[in-house]
């Protein structure tokens, strides 16, 4: 119970809410208040709030039901709303903590200190079910109950995520033909968080080949840029839509799903360009832009082997739900490259070492090694063939389906050598049409980038001789247990000039 003095009454009595960002109801852009949030929903989607509450005779906690539920359902279709369709229980929770749209007085009425009556309260036993028509509640009363709510909320903010998981399993049995979808999205959830940690974020910065390659070209085409509608597809630092902003654009919708968006938006204040760029925070699949097209996709979505993540596909969504019609995406065009490797690539040291670990054979652990992708820097005097682009991408046109592909690929043997290994690397292009192109590359002839080189060893080196072709077939999909990595498949043969060809081999490589 909490003790409530007769001078703390009086203060409340005095007491004016200071104004607090409020998130809007169907998207994820910030109000500067509860009262901005209504009227840019009523502006935007036609969902007056204020009118509905009239419609539907709603109390302040039906008003919360109604917030609450249009927060969950995303429902805009109030020509078809029925009172039941909210009227629930389940909808006194609180979507958004500390919600200003909660606090709302929507029934100012209701609170007069000559009212009769009050509307329904919530009781402190906390179920949905003990909710009930409360009688005229002194101050102490209302005091009390405002005070275990906010123990309630105290608690379960400061539960982990696996206390709350655990809470979760008592109440929720775990069905266990839902364990693959539970990983996945733990796989997901992870993939986001991991992306909070400014390291990942310092790294990316500090490589200077891609973040040079962003800015030099946004930078040295205004003409591009200039009062356009921009949107960054996972912003990150935000980096990007501040060069858009510095080159003119008109505005800048910045979307992450990661936590790093806070300090994004604090980096955007800090060189005042918050006018000039919204940052939202959500999946881009999942919120609602405040505008129905941009003029431009900028994203630096590229991972190893060019596709890791998969993040492409959702700049490709974007793509297809906002862009305008021969709208830019930035980059534009890409290729993906094969090459084949010699043996002192680092095949000794990374496959040969399990043949001999202090006198001992550890083939089990070598059979590993070999099932898995090598993220390195190679030098170029280790490549033995000749470039093969085998896959090149469009981005105004290149699909989602195409990301996964089977396509052939010939390999010339430049020398005499022992192959020990495929590798693989990508090259970026900035195009669109302007007036300033910029390209870069990841190969090993370039200035080294995080993105390094993708290294395939073989489970033996092969003696060729120059002149010699590989000729096979790449297949490139989506792994089994994570939608986010890759599973690489190699199926190749060699053409000898001393007509020693040898057979059709394959191996396979997860990234």
């Keep these: 119970t909490m003790a409530v003095s007769e001078n703390q009454a009086e203060e409340w009595d005095d007491w004016v809410e200071d104004e607090q960002a409020c998130l809007g109801l169907f998207d994820s852009v910030e109000h500067v208040s509860a009262q901005a949030c209504l009227e840019a929903?009523?502006?935007?989607?036609?969902?007056?709030?204020?009118?509905?509450?009239?419609?539907?005779?709603?109390?302040?906690?039906?008003?919360?039901?109604?917030?609450?539920?249009?927060?969950?359902?995303?429902?805009?279709?109030?020509?078809?709303?029925?009172?039941?369709?909210?009227?629930?229980?389940?909808?006194?929770?609180?979507?958004?903590?500390?919600?200003?749209?909660?606090?709302?007085?929507?029934?100012?009425?209701?609170?007069?200190?000559?009212?009769?009556?009050?509307?329904?309260?919530?009781?402190?036993?906390?179920?949905?079910?003990?909710?009930?028509?409360?009688?005229?509640?002194?101050?102490?009363?209302?005091?009390?109950?405002?005070?275990?709510?906010?123990?309630?909320?105290?608690?379960?903010?400061?539960?982990?995520?696996?206390?709350?998981?655990?809470?979760?399993?008592?109440?929720?049995?775990?069905?266990?033909?839902?364990?693959?979808?539970?990983?996945?999205?733990?796989?997901?959830?992870?993939?986001?968080?991991?992306?909070?940690?400014?390291?990942i974020h310092e790294e990316m910065l500090k490589d200077s080949v891609r973040t040079n390659a962003y800015r030099d070209y946004i930078l040295q085409n205004p003409e591009?840029?200039?009062?356009?509608?921009?949107?960054?597809?996972?912003?990150?630092?935000?980096?990007?839509?501040?060069?858009?902003?510095?080159?003119?654009?008109?505005?800048?919708?910045?979307?992450?799903?990661?936590?790093?968006?806070?300090?994004?938006?604090?980096?955007?204040?800090?060189?005042?360009?918050?006018?000039?760029?919204?940052?939202?925070?959500?999946?881009?699949?999942?919120?609602?832009?405040?505008?129905?097209?941009?003029?431009?996709?900028?994203?630096?979505?590229?991972?190893?082997?060019?596709?890791?993540?998969?993040?492409?596909?959702?700049?490709?969504?974007?793509?297809?739900?906002?862009?305008?019609?021969?709208?830019?995406?930035?980059?534009?065009?890409?290729?993906?490259?094969?090459?084949?490797?010699?043996?002192?690539?680092?095949?000794?040291?990374?496959?040969?070492?399990?043949?001999?670990?202090?006198?001992?054979?550890?083939?089990?652990l070598k059979r590993e090694v070999l099932k898995e992708s090598w993220v390195t820097v190679v030098k170029h005097e280790h490549v033995v063939t000749a470039p093969y682009v085998f896959k090149s991408l469009d981005m105004s046109s290149i699909t989602v389906p195409e990301l996964t592909f089977v396509q052939p690929f010939t390999l010339v043997v430049a020398r005499d050598t022992q192959l020990g290994a495929f590798m693989s690397y990508f090259d970026i292009v900035f195009d669109c049409n302007a007036s300033n192109t910029v390209y870069f590359s990841t190969g090993p002839e370039a200035t080294p980038t995080h993105w390094q080189q993708v290294v395939l060893l073989l489970e033996e080196p092969l003696s060729l001789c120059r002149g010699d072709v590989i000729q096979g077939k790449l297949t490139l999909a989506r792994h089994e247990s994570n939608d986010r990595g890759l599973k690489v498949t190699l199926e190749y043969c060699v053409e000898s000039l001393n007509n020693v060809n040898l057979p059709m081999r394959a191996q396979a490589w997860t990234v």
């Design 41 to 199: 929903t009523a502006s935007q989607y036609g969902v007056d709030i204020l009118a509905l509450k009239t419609k539907f005779d709603l109390d302040q906690y039906g008003c919360i039901q109604l917030i609450n539920y249009l927060r969950t359902t995303k429902n805009t279709d109030i020509a078809n709303l029925k009172a039941q369709d909210f009227k629930q229980d389940k909808y006194y929770k609180p979507v958004v903590a500390n919600d200003p749209l909660l606090s709302y007085d929507f029934c100012p009425e209701e609170w007069s200190d000559d009212e009769e009556s009050v509307p329904a309260g919530v009781a402190p036993a906390g179920n949905a079910s003990d909710v009930a028509q409360v009688a005229k509640p002194t101050y102490d009363e209302l005091a009390e109950r405002c005070q275990w709510l906010i123990q309630q909320l105290q608690e379960a903010q400061s539960l982990s995520t696996s206390e709350l998981q655990a809470a979760r399993s008592e109440v929720v049995p775990e069905a266990s033909n839902d364990s693959d979808d539970e990983e996945r999205e733990t796989a997901v959830e992870g993939y986001f968080e991991g992306y909070g940690h400014y390291s």
């Design 224 to 364: 591009l840029f200039k009062d356009k509608i921009v949107l960054d597809v996972g912003c990150g630092t935000g980096v990007l839509s501040m060069f858009a902003a510095q080159a003119g654009a008109k505005h800048v919708y910045a979307v992450d799903n990661s936590p790093i968006l806070r300090e994004a938006q604090e980096i955007i204040r800090e060189n005042k360009l918050q006018d000039k760029i919204t940052c939202i925070r959500g999946k881009i699949e999942e919120i609602c832009l405040p505008v129905a097209q941009v003029d431009i996709i900028v994203s630096e979505w590229m991972g190893y082997f060019l596709l890791f993540e998969a993040m492409l596909d959702s700049v490709l969504w974007a793509r297809d739900k906002y862009l305008v019609p021969g709208g830019c995406m930035l980059p534009d065009q890409s290729s993906m490259y094969l090459v084949g490797m010699d043996a002192a690539c680092g095949h000794k040291d990374r496959i040969g070492y399990w043949d001999d670990v202090y006198g001992l054979k550890m083939s089990a």
